[in-house]
């Protein structure tokens, strides 16, 4: 003999049981009773208490991802400011061309050199909203550009002796944080607006 599935059982609580399903629940005492255990067990679920919790835990927890958020800033702003040291030092101590230097050369750096200013003088970083990160990778990177041109100044004059090798090299760590500046400011630029 076939019995009625738990599927059957439950559609009675719906009144959506089958003919043959209630037909043989009227028949067979065991279907009867498992249906009877099933709203036995239904209304002792219902009669449960709702739980609640003792507290409102969740000012706790915000103020736990508060602190780990500020901690994780000021770690990835060591990073950054590490990163920024470690691309200063590789400016000054970046060993420069070897062997003889070339005119041609010497004047494609200037160049270079001239179109990267020109581009940084089109920006104005004062019209934009900029961290305090960013600021600070910018301000010394601009330090460095201003250092070099003191240099320059000084190979520049009547008493100092002019190498080739020397120009050259500080026209190219010029050029390098000039490209550095510019990428600190397109890159600030493009995340500004997310």
């Not at 004047?107 to 179109?115: D, F, G, I």
């Not at 510019?182 to 493009?190: K, L």
Request: proline letters at 5%; a positive charge.
């Amino acid at each position: 003999m076939t019995h009625c599935t738990i599927v059957d059982l439950l559609a009675f609580k719906e009144n959506e049981a089958s003919a043959w399903a209630r037909q043989h629940v009227e028949t067979c005492p065991a279907c009867r009773a498992e249906l009877e255990v099933l709203y036995q067990r239904i209304a002792a679920l219902k009669a449960l208490p709702v739980r609640r919790p003792a507290r409102d835990r969740w000012p706790a927890v915000r103020a736990a991802l508060r602190v780990e958020e500020r901690r994780r800033r000021r770690r990835w702003g060591a990073w950054t400011l590490s990163a920024a040291a470690g691309i200063a030092l590789l400016l000054l101590i970046r060993p420069g061309p070897a062997g003889r230097v070339d005119a041609a050369e010497l004047e494609r750096v200037k160049q270079q050199s001239a179109t990267l200013e020109a581009e940084l003088e089109r920006y104005d970083p004062d019209q934009r909203v900029t961290s305090g990160r960013t600021a600070a990778l910018a301000a010394a990177l601009e330090d460095r550009i201003a250092i070099i041109d003191g240099e320059l100044a000084q190979v520049g004059m009547p008493e100092a002796p002019v190498r080739g090798a020397e120009l050259v090299k500080l026209w190219q760590e010029r050029v390098d944080a000039m490209q550095q500046l510019m990428t600190v400011h397109v890159t600030r630029a493009n995340y500004v607006g997310l």
